[in-house]
């Protein structure tokens, strides 16, 4: 429990700092607010990729690195919610200085995102696993990782056409991540280092 939130302040402190970078990066409200939104997304997306890749990190080189991801899976992904949740207040502020409505598919996709974001953190839970049952517990997790996945490969991806070679490793690391996934999906059968599930 400790752990878990001295992850979460550390979250809110990265986080944080990030806004206080974009801030001083700009002169004007609207460009101080939109770079702080940059920052907190690009901090809370490394945060992300340990969540999302920890299960096969851990199966493909399994390490103490690997494994204390992996125990504190939960733990890690209540720390993106923190620190997601400091992108979403820097995006309100961006929006509300240019005085400005998102258009409906990024409302949709990204306030989805959101949403997905919350369910999953609200049932990082012992109790939630029990309601749900471990079946339908994964499937939502598993679901909710994927479209996160999806709006950060989408975003970084679609951002190359602007600056290649500054969001080059944003969105390698995007793809690399699915793909290092996909090979320890592969490789699913051959012995698995042991792992105290539900912990973290
Ligand atoms: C309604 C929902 C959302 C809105 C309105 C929004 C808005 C923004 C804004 C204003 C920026 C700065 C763009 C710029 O550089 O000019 C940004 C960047 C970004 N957002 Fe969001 N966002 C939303 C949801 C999300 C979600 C759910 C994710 C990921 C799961 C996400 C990931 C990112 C990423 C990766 C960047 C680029 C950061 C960079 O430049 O490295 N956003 N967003």
Do not use: C
């Not at 992300?48 to 390490?63: E, I, K, M, N, T």
């Not at 290649?164 to 999906?185: D, S, T």
């Not at 280092?193 to 912990?199: D, E, H, L, N, Q």
């Amino acid at each position: 429990m400790k752990l878990r939130i001295l992850l979460v302040a550390l979250a809110a402190a990265g986080g944080a700092t990030a806004v206080v970078a974009g801030v001083l990066a700009a002169s004007d409200l609207a460009g101080s607010w939109q770079h702080a939104a940059r920052y907190t997304a690009r901090f809370a997306f490394l945060v992300f990729v340990v969540v999302y890749g920890a299960s096969a990190w851990h199966r493909l080189a399994p390490s103490a690195a690997s494994r204390f991801a992996m125990r504190n899976r939960r733990s890690l992904g209540l720390a993106f919610a923190t620190a997601h949740s400091v992108h979403l207040a820097a995006l309100i502020a961006f929006l509300r200085a240019r005085n400005e409505v998102p258009d409906v598919l990024t409302l949709v996709v990204g306030g989805g995102a959101f949403v997905t974001m919350y369910v999953l953190a609200a049932t990082s839970t012992d109790a939630a696993v029990r309601r749900l049952g471990p079946s339908r517990w994964k499937k939502l997790h598993r679901f909710g990782v994927h479209y996160l996945w999806f709006v950060f490969a989408f975003t970084y991806l679609g951002r190359l056409a602007e600056d290649a070679v500054f969001f080059a490793p944003f969105a390698a690391l995007a793809v690399g991540v699915f793909a290092l996934r996909l090979v320890a999906r592969r490789s699913r059968g051959e012995a698995r280092p042991p792992v105290v599930v539900g912990a973290g």
